[in-house]
């Protein structure tokens, strides 16, 4: 079974950078959108940014201008870019990849952005 592993989480302050990874264990063949998503305590998971097969990307309102969403489909690896980090954007953060019938999800990375 193939799992999705995130990396890059930690603690910043605000206005800081970080860029998160994930990696898959194994090959997805044909993977049609990679994704990021979050999930605040107390909140209900959330999507953050998303790219496509064909290069298409969409962003949450709230991230839109600070993170950056890149991957490479061929080697199943997923980044992103997260810049000006806000004490609101503190959460898990899981990537997901997806093909046609199947759907990896990673065990999620912290990010913590102290004021």
């Known amino acids: 079974q193939v799992q999705l592993l995130e990396s890059g989480g930690g603690l910043v302050q605000a206005g800081e950078s970080l860029k998160l990874s994930c990696a898959a264990s194994g090959r997805i063949l044909y993977i049609n959108v990679m994704a990021w998503y979050r999930q605040a305590p107390g909140k209900q998971r959330e999507l953050v940014a998303v790219?496509?097969?064909?290069?298409?990307?969409n962003y949450a309102d709230s991230v839109k201008g600070r993170f950056a969403i890149s991957g490479d489909g061929a080697k199943n690896t997923v980044y992103l870019q997260m810049n000006s980090l806000k004490p609101e954007d503190t959460a898990v953060y899981y990537c997901?990849?997806?093909?046609?019938?199947?759907?990896?999800w990673g065990q999620g990375t912290q990010v913590t952005v102290s004021s």
């Open positions: 997901q990849q997806k093909t046609w019938t199947d759907d990896y």
């Open positions: 790219l496509t097969s064909d290069g298409r990307t």
